[in-house]
Every structure is written in structure tokens, then in C-alpha cells.
T-cell receptor
Framework: GNSVTQMEGPVTLSEEAFLTINCTYT??????LFWYVQYPGEGLQLLLKATKADDKGSNKGFEATYRKETTSFHLEKGSVQVSDSAVYFC?????????FGTGTRLLVSP | DAGVTQSPTHLIKTRGQQVTLRCSPK?????VSWYQQALGQGPQFIFQ???????QRGNFPDRFSGHQFPNYSSELNVNALLLGDSALYLCASLPGPNNEQFFGPGTRLTVL
């Protein structure tokens, strides 16, 4: 079945550092790929998405490229801020439902 | 335009009891999906409702049931609660079954 694997956290960075959170997937067909963010005590917000191979999703300085050959969708940001501290979930669509990874907690210190 | 709303925000129940959670979708959305997010885990798909019918179901027992009303709002019912049902329950609405999902803030259920 479809599945998503994310790097375990927490990821601890200083402000303005470079961020990479790894995500790989297993899926039949050609799913759309997503990154969601969850701030403390809140629901999920869509951060970015890509619907086909080689697409790059981007939002708020975050980027991720749909790599079919490596079945990956790694999240990157050039310079993180304290306000980026949250849990990040990689997800894919399969048969109308979202399949999520276990999440990666990001902690950014001043 | 209000987003997806869920009620209640928090709920405490004891083992064996029954619970009903409610979700109102975004304006213009006719499809609702429910997810369970256990502590420290990613959300798991429970089921999806469209045109007042359950269209797809995840790997959850029959104790989990739902309903969608003509105004597209939805309820999630859980019977015979277990300690393991303690989780954040998320509702997502979509403008049709194969579209982007918009999540509500969730209902945190604690089973004692």
C-alpha cells in the first residue's frame, strides 16, 4: 500500500540556518505530494504541494521538488525563523485519502 | 468566509462511553473526511462522506461511524470507547472528493 517515511526529529536549528527535512514515499500510480505544518495546539495547514514529477512546490520560503526517480519530496528552506518552529508532515494522496508520515518536529532557537 | 469548524474543542470520556464529534465544512465544500491523530503520530484516515454517504473507509473498526447531513456538515460517532481512542480528531473538507483538503482545528478526545 501507499506509505510515507519522514526523518525522525526533533530537528534543532539556529535562526537563519538551512533546513532540510527528508521525505520518501511508496505509492502505486502517480500521487500528488504535500507538506503540511502543524503549530502547537492547532490543526493542519497546507504548506505546499506538487502534483506531478519534477514539479516544485513553494510557499513562505519553503520548497520541495517531486522526484519520481528517487521517490522523494524533501522540504527545504534557506533561512529558518523562530516562527517556523512546528511539526511538519509529508503526505500523499491515494484513492481520495491523504496518507501521512509520522511528522518531524522543528525547533528553531534565536 | 469561515473555514472548517469543529466542536467541541476538548472532550473527556470514560471507557465504554459513546462520543459524537461535529464538523462544519468550508462554504462551497460538499465532501468531508475524518482523521485520527494519536499523540506523536501522523493523522490516519477514518472515512470520507460525500452526498450523505460513506464513500471510502480506512482501517478502523465498526465502532467508528459517521453521518453527513444535507447541509454537508458531518458527525463522527465512536462507541464503546477504549483508552486507545484518545487522540486529536481532525475533520477536513473538500470541494468534491478528489480535491485539496482543508483541515479544521480538531477535537481532542481523552478517554480515561
Amino acid at each position: 500500500g501507499n506509505s510515507v517515511t519522514q526523518m525522525e526529529g526533533p530537528v534543532t536549528l539556529s535562526e537563519e540556518a538551512f533546513l532540510t527535512i527528508n521525505c520518501t514515499y511508496t505509492a502505486t500510480g502517480y500521487p500528488s505530494l504535500f507538506w503540511y505544518v502543524q503549530y502547537p495546539g492547532e490543526g493542519l495547514q497546507l504548506l505546499l504541494k506538487a502534483t506531478k514529477a519534477d514539479d516544485k512546490g513553494s510557499n513562505k520560503g519553503f520548497e520541495a521538488t517531486y522526484r519520481k526517480e528517487t521517490t522523494s519530496f524533501h522540504l527545504e528552506k534557506g533561512s529558518v525563523q523562530v516562527s517556523d518552529s512546528a511539526v511538519y508532515f509529508c503526505a500523499l494522496t491515494g484513492f481520495q485519502k491523504l496518507v501521512f508520515g509520522t511528522g518531524t518536529r522543528l525547533l528553531v532557537s534565536p | 468566509d469561515a473555514g472548517v469548524t469543529q466542536s467541541p474543542t476538548h472532550l473527556i470520556k470514560t471507557r465504554g462511553q459513546q462520543v459524537t464529534l461535529r464538523c462544519s465544512p468550508k462554504s462551497g465544500h460538499d465532501t468531508v473526511s475524518w482523521y485520527q491523530q494519536a499523540l506523536g503520530q501522523g493523522p490516519q484516515f477514518i472515512f470520507q462522506y460525500y452526498e450523505e454517504e460513506e464513500r471510502q473507509r480506512g482501517n478502523f473498526p465498526d465502532r467508528f461511524s459517521g453521518h453527513q447531513f444535507p447541509n454537508y456538515s458531518s458527525e463522527l460517532n465512536v462507541n464503546a470507547l477504549l483508552l486507545g481512542d484518545s487522540a486529536l480528531y481532525l475533520c477536513a473538507s473538500l470541494p468534491g472528493p478528489n480535491n485539496e483538503q482543508f483541515f479544521g482545528p480538531g477535537t481532542r478526545l481523552t478517554v480515561l
